[in-house]
């Protein structure tokens, strides 16, 4: 028997005894339950009257206590009623509110643009009965990586005033869906304090990044981002070169009005003859991505 899980059962008197205890695996993972040796050496686990048998070597260690593992439907119900009331306390929203705001927000997740619309009119309309919003960026932060945007621009269309904080702390999201998203909604909230942060978007390694954060650049009027839009119109993507070609049109409509650039020849030039140049211009080569490419979130 592994010498570990012999210590263990001298300490706790577990040999061929039955007793309520917890078990520790090596793994981590725990159980709580009626646990017996077997005869082989490995570990009966009666969890609540479903059984598991673990190999010694499984095990890290055994702790005594009166935890079989059985449901308590008492202490279920306490736990609840404590986690209710703390809820009601953070987010202001009573249980039957807080029901109904959730489930028109995982309705969000409906592939149709209309019914998405409709479900943020809903929303909108408790809105303006009872601030939902600290709920819905309590919740944000527990969901789904790939439902995350749409609750995030939900929050900004319910109130642009107070969501600012949320679409910047979302820009360095390990989703890139999620990072793409509270860029967009930073440009379209016109945070030109944030074009820093975007302006790193635009080193990202994820194409839909690139493309959110040339527009948010242009939609906060940030000219200095300029020599790092020209040097994306060489990126491998035509999308992200459509981006920042349009990013720059919108950024220079008044000059260039009347003239067609699309080259990336044709914009230098066009750039080389700007009198005075913005100042503090960056390149692409000086900024820093948002997040490591290594620490994106990939589906399993």
């Known amino acids: 028997m592994n010498n570990t899980v012999t210590l263990a059962v001298l300490v706790f008197g577990l040999a061929a005894c039955a007793a309520a205890d917890t078990i520790y695996l090596n793994n981590g993972v725990r159980f709580d339950g009626v646990v017996r040796e077997r005869p082989d050496g490995n570990y009966l686990v009666d969890a609540g009257g479903r059984k598991i048998i673990y190999r010694a070597a499984e095990v890290a260690r055994i702790e005594q206590n009166n935890r079989t593992g059985a449901f308590d439907k008492e202490a279920a119900r306490r736990r609840w009623a404590e986690r209710d009331a703390e809820l009601t306390e953070l987010t202001g929203l009573t249980t039957d509110q807080r029901r109904r705001v959730e489930a028109l927000m995982f309705e969000l997740r409906t592939p149709h643009p209309g019914d998405r619309q409709r479900i943020r009119e809903r929303l909108a309309a408790m809105q303006a009965e009872v601030d939902i919003v600290p709920f819905l960026a309590m919740r944000l932060r527990e969901l789904s990586h790939r ?16 969501s600012r904080d949320y679409a910047r702390e979302y820009m360095t999201h390990t989703h ?15 945070d030109a304090e944030s074009a820093g942060a975007m302006a790193r978007g635009l080193v990202d390694h994820a194409a839909e990044v690139r493309i959110a954060a040339a527009y948010a650049l242009a939609a906060v009027k940030a000219r200095n981002a300029s020599p790092a ?8 993507d035509m999308k992200v070169i459509n981006a920042a070609r349009s990013a720059l049109k919108l950024l220079y409509q008044d000059e260039t009005e009347g003239r067609s650039l699309l080259t990336l020849e044709e914009w230098r030039g066009f750039y080389d003859s700007l009198t005075p140049r913005p100042e503090g211009t960056f390149a692409l080569e000086g900024l820093e991505p948002l997040i490591p490419e290594h620490l994106e979130f990939e589906d399993e």
């Open 229 to 236: 839009l020209l040097q994306l119109l060489e990126d491998p």
């Open 176 to 190: 890139a869906g999620t990072r793409a998203t509270a860029i967009e909604l930073a440009g379209r909230l016109g």
């Open 147 to 162: 439902f995350s945007p749409w609750v995030l621009e939900t929050i900004v269309i319910l109130d642009p005033r107070r």
